[in-house]
């Protein structure tokens, strides 16, 4: 068993632990934040420095690439790092621990984003491909590479929801680690593209289903359960965690950086006000948000996600440490919760979050409103320039392909096909009964946002 969750940890180690001082100084804890999300790891180490630099080897060539660190970077999905990273992409991380120093995956790795040829803290990652960061780099190891339940079906997703079940199923409610694994019904079929960081801001839930109270700081420490982190590892980051939820609530979602037509965005204004904002809010200086979870039936989107959750899992997290976050006469007040559907998003950088519906089964906001252009099976180039974005139709440059079944699972991996579990892109019908040009104010409107 011990042997087992050494390996465990290697493979699901997502963020890093070192402890450091802080000065007399201390800066505010937003800017606290920030360094601490940009300069440490929150989990030990996974690789050996080593494997990054080998990891070529295991892609089928003869020799390193010249341009390494940018090879490595469209492998894998991982964008530049936009501060000091010692050379390594977002994501990735310089650490220690139990095996010595070596590199870790961090936050970033899914919550670290590049759109039109930048790269943003906190947008999600979308052209990630978890499988084979982890299988590469275990294999340059000189390990099996082989994962216990798939990281990734489709690249810019990730089975974060299995990852956080398995780290689970080795804990006690005390977070001390168990004998023998317990079965919380673990699936690795939900497809996740996460929400970016800075709508936090307005949400009072948080994931997917809107499953969590956005105030928990506990609830954000979950990939810190790998089996080489100790319970008192774990328990004495929450300030830090703080110091970083803080920071996340300060983050601004970025500009859209081409053309807006002026005149066609204040009609889409009032089109999105009359048919949008009931479930998405309002923008601008008195801007609303009505957090309001819509029923599965009635948005009709891949039930899986929502369906993926045994109750076991929900009352292992209710009994466990991070849900007795505050004490007191009021009791704990960030249990997970059963809701009834999926919480709809504020819409804030809109244009920069593509692609669209919680697991990325549909690439542009024009599909979005228009369920009868969605694609069936495609693929996109993984890249995140200027010319690999769509500006009209808001969203990745895709194409359509048949899905020969011959293909590695590497290549199998970019394309998207939504008659596979977990990846339908039916539902949110509600731009259907729009006119052609009522769409393209709409589209014209939220690229204000």
């Given at each position: 068993?011990?042997?087992?969750l050494?390996?465990?940890?290697?493979?699901?180690a997502?963020?890093?632990?070192?402890?450091f001082?802080?000065?007399?100084?201390?800066?505010?804890a937003?800017?606290?934040?920030r360094?601490?999300?940009?300069?440490?790891?929150?989990?030990?180490t996974?690789?050996?420095?080593?494997a990054?630099?080998?990891?070529?080897?295991?892609?089928?060539l003869?020799?390193?690439?010249?341009?390494?660190?940018?090879?490595?970077?469209?492998r894998?999905?991982?964008?530049?790092a936009?501060?000091?990273n010692?050379?390594?992409?977002?994501?990735?991380?310089?650490?220690?621990?139990?095996?010595?120093?070596?590199?870790?995956?961090?936050?970033?790795?899914?919550?670290?984003?590049?759109?039109?040829?930048?790269?943003?803290?906190g947008?999600?990652?979308?052209?990630?491909?978890?499988?084979?960061?982890?299988?590469?780099?275990a294999?340059?190891?000189?390990r099996?590479?082989?994962?216990?339940f798939?990281f990734s079906?489709?690249?810019?997703?990730?089975?974060?929801?299995?990852m956080?079940?398995?780290?689970y199923?080795?804990?006690?409610?005390?977070?001390?680690l168990?004998?023998?694994?317990?079965?919380l019904?673990?699936?690795?079929?939900?497809?996740?593209?996460?929400?970016?960081?800075?709508?936090l801001?307005?949400?009072k839930?948080?994931?997917?289903?809107?499953?969590?109270?956005?105030?928990?700081?506990?609830?954000?420490?979950?990939?810190?359960?790998?089996?080489?982190?100790?319970?008192?590892?774990?328990?004495?980051?929450e300030?830090?965690f703080g110091?970083?939820?803080?920071?996340?609530?300060?983050?601004e979602?970025?500009?859209?950086?081409?053309?807006?037509?002026?005149?066609?965005?204040?009609?889409?204004?009032?089109?999105f006000?009359?048919?949008c904002?009931?479930?998405?809010?309002?923008?601008?200086?008195?801007?609303?948000y009505?957090?309001?979870?819509?029923?599965?039936?009635?948005?009709?989107?891949?039930?899986?996600?929502?369906?993926?959750?045994?109750?076991?899992s929900?009352?292992?997290?209710?009994?466990?440490?991070?849900?007795?976050e505050?004490?007191?006469?009021?009791?704990?007040?960030?249990?997970?919760?059963?809701?009834?559907?999926?919480?709809?998003?504020?819409?804030?950088?809109?244009?920069?979050t593509?692609?669209?519906?919680?697991?990325?089964?549909?690439?542009?906001?024009?599909?979005?409103?228009?369920?009868?252009?969605?694609?069936?099976?495609?693929?996109r180039?993984?890249?995140?320039?200027?010319?690999?974005?769509?500006?009209?139709?808001?969203?990745?440059?895709?194409?359509?392909?048949?899905?020969?079944g011959?293909?590695?699972?590497?290549?199998?991996?970019k394309i998207?096909?939504?008659?596979?579990?977990?990846r339908?892109?039916?539902?949110?019908?509600?731009?259907?009964?729009?006119?052609?040009e009522?769409?393209?104010?709409?589209?014209?409107?939220l690229k204000?946002?």
């Amino acid at each position: 068993m011990l042997r087992g969750l050494i390996i465990a940890g290697l493979l699901l180690a997502g963020l890093g632990i070192q402890v450091f001082g802080r000065p007399a100084d201390e800066p505010r804890a937003a800017e606290r934040g920030r360094i601490a999300l940009l300069t440490r790891s929150f989990n030990p180490t996974i690789w050996s420095t080593r494997a990054y630099d080998n990891a070529w080897r295991q892609w089928g060539l003869a020799e390193r690439p010249a341009n390494y660190e940018e090879a490595v970077r469209e492998r894998y999905g991982l964008p530049h790092a936009p501060y000091a990273n010692d050379g390594y992409p977002m994501g990735l991380r310089n650490a220690g621990g139990l095996l010595g120093k070596g590199l870790s995956t961090d936050c970033l790795v899914c919550h670290g984003g590049s759109i039109a040829g930048q790269s943003y803290v906190g947008l999600p990652s979308a052209s990630l491909d978890m499988q084979a960061l982890y299988e590469d780099l275990a294999r340059a190891d000189g390990r099996s590479g082989s994962t216990p339940f798939i990281f990734s079906n489709v690249r810019g997703t990730t089975e974060a929801g299995a990852m956080a079940i398995f780290l689970y199923q080795l804990r006690q409610p005390d977070l001390n680690l168990r004998i023998t694994r317990q079965n919380l019904g673990l699936r690795d079929d939900l497809c996740e593209d996460p929400p970016a960081w800075w709508l936090l801001r307005k949400k009072k839930t948080m994931y997917q289903t809107g499953s969590n109270d956005a105030r928990s700081v506990r609830s954000i420490m979950q990939f810190m359960l790998s089996p080489l982190n100790p319970p008192s590892a774990i328990k004495k980051e929450e300030t830090t965690f703080g110091d970083i939820q803080a920071f996340i609530l300060s983050l601004e979602p970025p500009k859209y950086p081409f053309p807006i037509n002026s005149e066609l965005a204040r009609k889409g204004e009032g089109i999105f006000r009359a048919t949008c904002s009931r479930c998405h809010g309002t923008y601008g200086s008195d801007w609303t948000y009505p957090n309001k979870i819509v029923a599965i039936d009635v948005i009709g989107t891949d039930r899986n996600r929502f369906e993926g959750f045994k109750p076991e899992s929900g009352q292992f997290y209710n009994q466990s440490w991070f849900a007795h976050e505050k004490n007191g006469w009021l009791g704990d007040e960030y249990p997970v919760m059963k809701t009834a559907g999926y919480q709809a998003p504020p819409l804030d950088g809109i244009w920069a979050t593509a692609p669209y519906l919680h697991n990325g089964s549909v690439p542009t906001v024009y599909d979005l409103l228009n369920s009868k252009s969605r694609p069936r099976i495609f693929t996109r180039s993984y890249r995140t320039g200027v010319e690999d974005y769509d500006p009209i139709k808001l969203g990745w440059k895709v194409h359509i392909v048949d899905d020969d079944g011959n293909l590695s699972p590497f290549e199998r991996r970019k394309i998207y096909d939504t008659t596979r579990p977990g990846r339908g892109n039916g539902g949110h019908t509600f731009g259907d009964d729009l006119t052609p040009e009522e769409r393209m104010a709409v589209i014209e409107y939220l690229k204000t946002l």
